[in-house]
T-cell receptor, first 114, second 115 residues
Framework: QQQVKQSPQSLIVQKGGISIINCAYE??????FPWYQQFPGKGPALLIA?????SEKKEGRFTISFNKSAKQFSLHIMDSQPGDSATYFC?????????????FGSGTQLTVLP | GAGVSQSPRYKVAKRGQDVALRCDPI?????LFWYQQALGQGPEFLTY????????KSGLPSDRFFAERPEGSVSTLKIQPSEPRDSAVYFC?????????????FGPGTRLTVL
């Protein structure tokens, strides 16, 4: 059962454009939603994260939009740069209890053209 | 400061060989996770340690997989014996507390190929 579905699988954007990646989750117990960025040959690195008590979080050029009723969240990268070219993973976890692991989406390979 | 390190970075094994993957978490980090990433997929949870205690091993795919963290720092993931379907990148991640929203810092991974 794929608990976190991510789309698109790949995305090509011109420099300066907006990149949008979408995720949907099934488990209503999830209450922490981070986005990770992964460059080739490297491990994932935390980019930005949100809790469901807010609908939007912005850090620099990166914004997470969260829709609790639809069980969807998205990452927006404004003014996309070639250096943003990487694979992006959405994830979800349950912040309380014994379960600490992240459940990842399948990833989006972003290419920003110069 | 030093991040999470893993060794070896690449491992080629023959079917039936035992494999051991090492993780050195960030010093002082209490929580340690192992994830498996198949080609073109997101990482999938394998197991979780809080200090030396293995609190969750629900993601280990079979009894051929075994993980330990005897002194609460370095961890080893063992696959005994390995099979071609185990080919993947194995990531270790650590966090400095036990809270569910604490940032997990990932190592560079070990790419395992089982022939």
């Amino acid at each position: 059962q794929q608990q976190v579905k991510q789309s698109p699988q790949s995305l090509i954007v011109q420099k300066g454009g907006i990149s949008i990646i979408n995720c949907a989750y099934e488990n209503t117990a999830f209450d922490y939603f981070p986005w990770y960025q992964q460059f080739p040959g490297k491990g994932p690195a935390l980019l930005i994260a949100i809790r469901p008590d807010v609908s939007e979080k912005k850090e620099g050029r990166f914004t997470i939009s969260f829709n609790k009723s639809a069980k969807q969240f998205s990452l927006h990268i404004m003014d996309s740069q070639p250096g943003d070219s990487a694979t992006y993973f959405c994830a979800a976890s349950i912040s309380s209890g014994s379960a600490r692991q992240l459940t990842f989406g399948s990833g989006t390979q972003l290419t920003v053209l110069p | 400061g030093a991040g999470v390190s893993q060794s070896p970075r690449y491992k080629v094994a023959k079917r039936g060989q035992d494999v051991a993957l090492r993780c050195d978490p960030i010093s002082g980090h209490v929580s340690l996770f192992w994830y498996q990433q198949a080609l073109g997929q997101g990482p999938e949870f394998l197991t979780y340690f809080q200090n030396e205690a293995q609190l969750d091993k629900s993601g280990l795919p079979s009894d051929r997989f075994f993980a330990e963290r005897p002194e609460g720092s370095v961890s080893t993931l063992k696959i005994q014996p390995s099979e071609p379907r185990d080919s993947a990148v194995y990531f270790c991640a650590s966090s400095d507390r036990t809270g569910g929203t604490d940032t997990q810092y990932f190592g560079p991974g070990t790419r395992l190929t089982v022939l």
